[in-house]
């Protein structure tokens, strides 16, 4: 993984992320390699975050549906997102519904990336939610999303501590 991420980060074709970090790049290509993921796929698929590999949440939902679950986005507005799931052989449907208001409760709403693209950032956590329900181990060790990390780090950018969630 290393020998690739050394000649791959000297090249156009990674994200502007990782060019140039060999070490980010082997960090992504092995934690894209856990989850069935190729080298190339790995780097557009992660970013790294507080020193965590974190997924985009549509590569999330990409790894639950190649593992034969369902996932689907059932509505979604600058204002609430609803994402539906439901395990491979189960007729169990989970959800998990994101609003504007539930952000804003969380202190989301005050950044960039959720004054220019709310819709969007809502089907994200909905997204990264419901795939944990329906498939925690398709997922395995990525139990946290890149739009879920990157709201816990501060106005300027810069990574904050990171929020206590608690089990239910």
Not at 24 to 29: L, Q, S, V
Not at 35 to 56: C, N, T, Y
Not at 107 to 133: D, F, H, I, Y
Not at 144 to 160: A, F, V
Request: aromatic share 4%; charged share 20%.
């Amino acid at each position: 993984a290393h020998q690739i991420a050394v000649s791959l980060v000297k090249t156009s074709f990674v994200p502007e992320a990782f060019r140039d970090k060999p070490h980010e790049a082997t960090a992504a290509i092995l934690a894209g390699a856990e989850v069935g993921l190729s080298p190339m796929g790995a780097l557009r698929s992660f970013d790294v975050i507080q020193g965590v590999a974190a997924p985009r949440a549509n590569t999330l939902r990409a790894i639950v549906q190649s593992q034969g679950h369902e996932m689907w986005v059932e509505a979604e507005s600058s204002t609430q997102a609803k994402v539906c799931g439901r395990r491979r052989g189960s007729d169990v449907v989970q959800s998990s519904t994101w609003t504007i208001e539930r952000a804003s409760a969380l202190g989301l709403t005050s950044k960039q990336n959720w004054q220019k693209q709310p819709q969007a950032m809502l089907v994200a956590l909905a997204t990264g939610e419901c795939c944990r329900r329906v498939a925690a181990d398709a997922i395995l060790g990525l139990p946290y999303s890149y739009e879920e990390l990157q709201d816990s780090s501060d106005h300027d950018g810069e990574p904050s501590a990171p929020r206590k969630r608690t089990a239910k």
